[in-house]
Structure formats: structure tokens, C-alpha cells
């Protein structure tokens, strides 16, 4: 640290600042070293990338754009204190921050700046392993603008066709029909499309022969060979694959149920990893980000793993890689807080055998109509024997047709069968099973492996209790992680396009949002208390 920068940091910043405080709590986070493996070996050296990670971090931790960034480096006191700078440094050029990216991503080393800040601040006893933890996500809009599905036609050739006049403008002049330059020289949504479903549709076939009129001249001996490798031009025949057909020389729009499911299907041209999903009720095309983080009274909260994936990706898939993550880190949680999405039987069981973890969160109620009908017989009405693979019914029939399988799914599962002779004369049958197949009326049960099967049982017995409903109470506080990363760090919208960057920029933001939470611990500033309207205090108690 330059002493001339200290001296007039600490000077114009008496009670210190954000930056300052990053700098005298946690030292220098980063060092040139750190990031070796992504330069060359030779070449003219970078600015320091070490000082360019802090860059980029700070600029999520204030919502500065690049320019901005570059600015405050080379004009702000308190980033010249946080970075060791000299008072006349100017610096670097914006464009260097772009670059430094690139380099990030390229060496998947996004994640490893948030490591090295969890392992300062529990080198400072801000941060251990156990205690609690909690798990939420929400959705992220793509960089891209959400679009329907004729603009999405029309705006992915017309993106194809600029990619190819940028790159051979003569070759294009020279083929394309005179009609296409009005037709797709401006925005779709920019122009005035059919109103009838009709001329919709005609409009749709017209696009879907000039798009396959595209492919077909780039393969010809005389066009550039170069053009057929252009990223729009790919773009174009994997969504004119997804949407359309040829028939009897007629292109035509596939039905819906022909077309990708939503994990595979393409939403728009400009963002090809983004994909659209929906919530409850909530329609979105982009990621879906997922936060985990501490929360224990004496220690700061502070975010341990984020992740982020396409909006299709269910929530119980990332409960695995979280758990593994924090295994390698050393920074597993005792009880790990989630809702529904990601608690299952055998989350919870795999959680509690590989890494000792009790997660804790709803198991989703059965669906069956015995559940829902008060006098049904429910699977919990059934009494089970594992050991001699055995199924016993509230009338205390008993069955050994006992199957290992495996579900719709993949899962393995377990089936029972009562013999029709038993059910059918049954005077109960109608509160066990309304199978009208006179040659097999018996009641099926479909179990999971014995330890997802007593989890199911436990839980749902829990639930209910005060102990449990009060441990769970904790996992809420989430909800003001998700609203205050939203809110104040823009984590709603992509920066940038594509999942690589889109996950780069949800880790500089995770990063960011720990700093402000570390600043807010060192200042004693207390946590914010849960709103409470005048009406809701009114609540008698129940």
C-alpha cells in the first residue's frame, strides 16, 4: 500500500468506507498468481489481474458499467486504497474488463473468487462449517428481449441473413431476392404483421421457405464456405430442425406436440442457452439462479454457493452439487433449510448418508384421491413388512405380490398388488380403489426403498409439530436474500448473453453482495426486521 494513498484515503475517509474497510479486514484477496494459468506465458504483461478481479467485484458491489469501473479506478480514493494503487495510476482502458471475462469464463475461474473471499473471512472466524444453512432460487430474465413465436421465426432468419452480409455482403447482394431487403431489413416486431390467424400462418410458411431457401444456396459449390459456419447461420437451421417440416415439397410449421420439449427448444436467436419455463403462473425466458448461505445469529450471513442453470432445470437436481461443493470447501452445513422444490425422500436420505447433512424442508403431500377423500384409504393405512415383503390393508388382508421396479422416471420403487378375490367382495372397496376391470380389481400400492419410505413417514408426521415448524422458520429469511439480490444488485436480468457469462456474472454479484454483508457486520449495522403490516399485527394468536 503506497503510503501517500493511505495517508489521503484515511484523510478524505475519516469513518472509512466500503472498499477501504474490504482492504484493512481481509487483505489482499487476489494476487497476480491466482490467474497465471489463464495468460500466455509470453506477450506484453496485463494490468494486474489480481487487481482486475477486485475491478470487477466492486463494479457489481456499486451497479457500475464498465466505463464507470474504469473510471472510479482511475479517480476515486477510496478504490485506490482498496487496489494498493499510487494517486497519478490512470489506470486502464474499459475494454480491459470485457477482456478479463473472457479469460474468467474461459478458465471456469468465477467460482474460485468466491472461494478465496469465504476462505479470508473464515480465516477471521466469520465463516465455519456446520450450523445452518439455507437454499432458494428465482428466476433470471435473458439479456435478450422475450419475443412470440412469429417474431421468433422471422428474427432468427433475419438475424442469419445480417450475420451473412456482414461477413460477405457481395455474395448476399448478389442472391438474396429484391423483396427480402424490405422484408427482413428491420425488426419483426417493428413492422405490421397479420392480424387474422390465416395470414398469420401464411406469413409463418412464407418465413419457413425463405429460411430453407437460406441453408440450401450456403451448401452450393459458389458460396463462401466460411458463411455455412457462422453461429447465426446455425442457430437457423437447429430452430428451422425444431420447427418445421417438409411435406410433399410444402414447408410447413410443426404442431406443438412435434415440436422439442422446453429443455431443448430455442427461444430466441440472440440467446441461444436461455429457454422458456414457467413458475406459478409466471412465464419466463432466460436462467434460473440458485443461492445458498449461512444463517446463524453470531456470524454474518454469507452466500456459499450459487448456481445457475436454464429455467427448465427443476429445483431437487442442484441439492447433489450444492452438497458436494460445500464438501470440497469444508463448509457443509448440520441442517441444510429448503422449501419443497428441493426436498424429496431421497435428497434426504443421500444428504444424511454421504455427507451427514439433515436437509429439512416439506416432503409434498400425496396426490391420490384416498388422500384427499377424508374415509379414503390412503397409503398410510397400509401396514408394511420389509422383511418378509409384505402388504397389509386397514381390513388386515395381506399380500406377498411384492415387485422391485423401476418408476416412469428412472427411480427404483417397490409394487404391491391385492388379489382381486380379496377386494372384491370387500364391503370397503369403495374407500380402497374404484378400478372397474372385473378381472383385476385388487388395490395397487407403489412404495419407495424402505429408507426413502420411513423419511416420507417421519416427515410428514413432523410437519405438524411445533419443534419442526420452528426450526423451519429460519429457512424464510431467504426470501429477503432473493429480494435484496434483486433489488439491489439487478440479479433479475442478464448482463450479458448466454449461461457461461450469465453464471459468471451471478458469481461477481455473489461475491459483491458478501462484501456489503461483511461492511454491514463490521459497522454493526443491524439486520433488517421483517415488515410487519398494522393490520397483519393484529393477528389474534393462535
Known amino acids: 500500500m503506497p503510503e501517500e494513498t493511505a495517508r489521503v484515503a484515511r484523510s478524505a475517509f475519516p469513518k472509512g468506507s466500503l472498499a477501504m474497510r474490504i482492504r484493512d479486514e481481509l487483505g489482499e484477496l487476489f494476487t497476480d498468481e491466482d490467474f497465471a494459468s489463464l495468460y500466455p506465458s509470453r506477450g506484453k504483461p496485463a494490468w494486474s489481474p489480481g487487481r482486475l478481479a477486485l475491478v470487477s467485484v466492486m463494479q457489481f458491489a456499486e451497479g457500475l458499467a464498465d466505463r464507470q469501473a474504469a473510471d472510479a479506478v482511475r479517480g476515486r480514493l477510496d478504490w485506490k486504497y482498496l487496489l494498493g494503487l499510487e494517486l497519478a495510476d490512470a489506470g486502464f482502458d474499459h475494454s480491459v474488463l470485457t477482456e478479463f471475462?473472457?479469460?474468467?469464463?474461459?478458465?471456469?475461474?468465477?467460482?474460485?473468487?468466491?472461494?478465496?473471499?469465504?476462505?479470508?473471512?473464515?480465516?477471521?472466524?466469520?465463516?465455519k462449517a456446520g450450523g445452518r444453512a439455507r437454499t432458494d432460487s428465482t428466476i433470471v430474465l435473458s439479456a435478450a428481449r422475450q419475443i412470440n413465436g412469429l417474431v421468433r421465426l422471422g428474427e432468427t432468419l433475419r438475424a442469419a441473413l445480417n450475420s451473412v452480409a456482414a461477413r460477405e455482403p457481395e455474395w448476399l447482394a448478389g442472391w438474396a431476392p429484391s423483396d427480402w431487403f424490405d422484408q427482413y431489413a428491420i425488426r419483426f416486431e417493428d413492422t405490421r404483421l397479420p392480424k387474422g390467424k390465416a395470414k398469420q400462418t401464411e406469413l409463418i410458411d412464407q418465413i419457413g421457405a425463405d429460411g430453407l431457401s437460406l441453408p440450401a444456396a450456403l451448401n452450393a459449390p459458389d458460396a463462401p464456405a466460411s458463411l455455412r459456419l457462422l453461429d447465426r447461420v446455425q442457430t437457423l437451421r437447429q430452430m428451422w430442425i425444431q420447427q418445421y417440416f417438409v411435406d410433399d415439397g410444402q414447408v410447413r410449421r410443426r404442431d406443438l406436440k412435434d415440436r422439442p420439449p422446453g429443455a431443448?427448444?430455442?427461444?430466441?436467436?440472440?440467446?441461444?442457452?436461455?429457454?422458456?419455463?414457467?413458475?406459478?403462473?409466471?412465464?419466463?425466458?432466460?436462467?434460473?439462479?440458485?443461492?445458498?448461505?449461512?444463517?446463524?445469529?453470531?456470524?454474518p450471513n454469507l452466500i456459499t454457493h450459487v448456481a445457475t442453470t436454464d429455467s427448465t432445470v427443476q429445483d431437487v437436481r442442484l441439492v447433489a452439487p450444492i452438497h458436494a461443493h460445500l464438501a470440497e470447501r469444508a463448509l457443509l452445513p448440520d441442517r441444510h433449510l429448503v422449501d419443497a422444490g428441493y426436498a424429496t425422500a431421497r435428497e434426504v436420505v443421500t444428504a444424511r448418508r454421504d455427507h451427514g447433512v439433515g436437509l429439512v424442508g416439506p416432503i409434498l403431500a400425496s396426490t391420490s384421491w384416498q388422500t384427499k377423500?377424508?374415509?379414503?384409504?390412503?397409503?398410510?393405512?397400509?401396514?408394511?413388512?420389509?422383511?418378509?415383503?409384505?402388504?397389509?390393508?386397514?381390513?388386515?388382508?395381506?399380500?406377498?405380490?411384492?415387485?422391485?421396479?423401476?418408476?416412469?422416471?428412472?427411480?427404483?420403487?417397490?409394487?404391491?398388488?391385492?388379489?382381486?378375490?380379496?377386494?372384491?367382495?370387500?364391503?370397503?372397496?369403495?374407500?380402497?380403489?374404484?378400478?372397474?376391470?372385473?378381472?383385476?380389481?385388487?388395490?395397487?400400492?407403489?412404495?419407495?426403498?424402505?429408507?426413502?419410505?420411513?423419511?416420507?413417514?417421519?416427515?410428514?408426521?413432523?410437519?405438524?409439530?411445533?419443534?419442526?415448524?420452528?426450526?423451519?422458520?429460519?429457512?424464510?429469511?431467504?426470501?429477503?436474500?432473493?429480494?435484496?439480490?434483486?433489488?439491489?444488485?439487478?440479479?433479475?436480468?442478464?448482463r450479458y448473453h448466454g449461461l457461461p457469462k450469465a453464471r459468471l456474472q451471478h458469481q461477481l454479484t455473489a461475491i459483491a453482495m458478501n462484501f456489503h454483508r461483511l461492511n454491514a457486520w463490521w459497522t454493526d449495522t443491524p439486520r433488517a426486521r421483517t415488515r410487519t403490516s398494522h393490520l397483519a399485527a393484529l393477528r389474534p394468536a393462535h
Open 101 to 127: 471475462r473472457d479469460r474468467l469464463i474461459e478458465g471456469d475461474a468465477g467460482i474460485e473468487l468466491l472461494d478465496r473471499v469465504l476462505g479470508a473471512a473464515a480465516e477471521r472466524g466469520l465463516l
Open 264 to 299: 431443448e427448444r430455442l427461444v430466441t436467436p440472440y440467446d441461444t442457452d436461455a429457454r422458456g419455463s414457467v413458475k406459478r403462473g409466471t412465464f419466463w425466458d432466460g436462467y434460473k439462479v440458485h443461492l445458498t448461505e449461512t444463517c446463524e445469529p453470531d456470524r
Open 373 to 494: 377423500d377424508s374415509g379414503g384409504f390412503s397409503q398410510a393405512d397400509f401396514t408394511i413388512d420389509w422383511d418378509s415383503q409384505r402388504v397389509t390393508c386397514p381390513n388386515g388382508i395381506t399380500t406377498s405380490n411384492w415387485r422391485e421396479d423401476r418408476s416412469q422416471y428412472g427411480a427404483a420403487v417397490v409394487r404391491a398388488r391385492f388379489p382381486t378375490a380379496a377386494c372384491r367382495p370387500c364391503k370397503a372397496r369403495e374407500q380402497c380403489t374404484r378400478s372397474n376391470n372385473k378381472s383385476d380389481m385388487g388395490r395397487r400400492i407403489t412404495l419407495r426403498p424402505q429408507a426413502e419410505q420411513e423419511v416420507i413417514q417421519q416427515a410428514r408426521a413432523q410437519e405438524d409439530t411445533p419443534e419442526w415448524k420452528e426450526q423451519y422458520a429460519h429457512r424464510a429469511g431467504v426470501e429477503g436474500t432473493i429480494s435484496q439480490v434483486v433489488r439491489a444488485f439487478g440479479l433479475r436480468r442478464c
